[in-house]
């Protein structure tokens, strides 16, 4: 669902080739706020989503939940970055090689590779350590019971404090960032959505 008011362009749904070509034109040449709510979606219209939105300094903001490529990509290329209250935005992993022989001989129309290359510009342009979306915190509390616990009917995630983002990753330009005091908090609204969250705290400083 696309929708224009005068001062936003709000997207929800799953992020496709299509979304990415009408979220594109919708934006262009507009100073609009892009407010999103997806659970993810294609990884390379995602990322060709984050370039556009880098290379025009648009800001995002994301309510409800923001996941995997909306993450990965969509969110952290906002100029000024908005986490709505209650909101889930969690992590689930960007290409972090090139697809292998057997994969691009399946992939008949090369988006795999498309979306790993357009994956790795997006990060250089961002200026954003990419591990932010390929690997989760190993040192949390609860890592080896999140991961020992795989369960493939779930989507496994995992999310970061802003302090985390800022510090660890370089993430710069977040104007507002909900993240509760409890991790239950934020499990339990995982929960809700069949998720399985890894929940970040804040190191001490």
Not at 4 to 15: D, L, N, P, Q
Request: overall charge neutral; charged content about 25%.
């Amino acid at each position: 669902m696309l929708l224009e008011t005068k001062s936003a362009v709000c997207f929800a749904g799953r992020i496709t080739g299509l979304a990415e070509q009408v979220i594109v034109k919708k934006l262009d040449g507009k100073n609009k706020i892009f407010v999103v709510n997806s659970f993810g979606g294609d990884a390379a219209a995602a990322a060709i989503i984050g370039v556009f939105i880098l290379e025009n300094r648009i800001d995002v903001a994301a309510y409800d939940y923001c996941l995997s490529a909306c993450a990965n990509y969509i969110f952290l290329a906002g100029h000024r970055k908005y986490l709505a209250p209650s909101t889930i935005l969690a992590w689930h992993g960007a290409p972090e090689a090139e697809p292998t022989p057997r994969q691009k001989l399946l992939d008949g129309i090369g988006r795999l590779q498309q979306g790993y290359q357009m994956s790795q510009l997006f990060y250089r342009m961002a200026k954003i350590d990419r591990r932010v979306a390929t690997q989760p915190d190993p040192r949390l509390p609860h890592f080896e019971e999140w991961k020992s616990g795989w369960d493939s009917s779930r989507r496994h995630l995992w999310t970061w404090t802003r302090q985390s983002l800022e510090r660890r990753f370089g993430v710069q330009g977040i104007e507002a960032y909900w993240y509760p005091d409890d991790p239950q908090e934020l499990i339990a609204l995982g929960e809700k959505y069949d998720i399985k969250l890894l929940v970040d705290r804040d190191e001490p400083r």
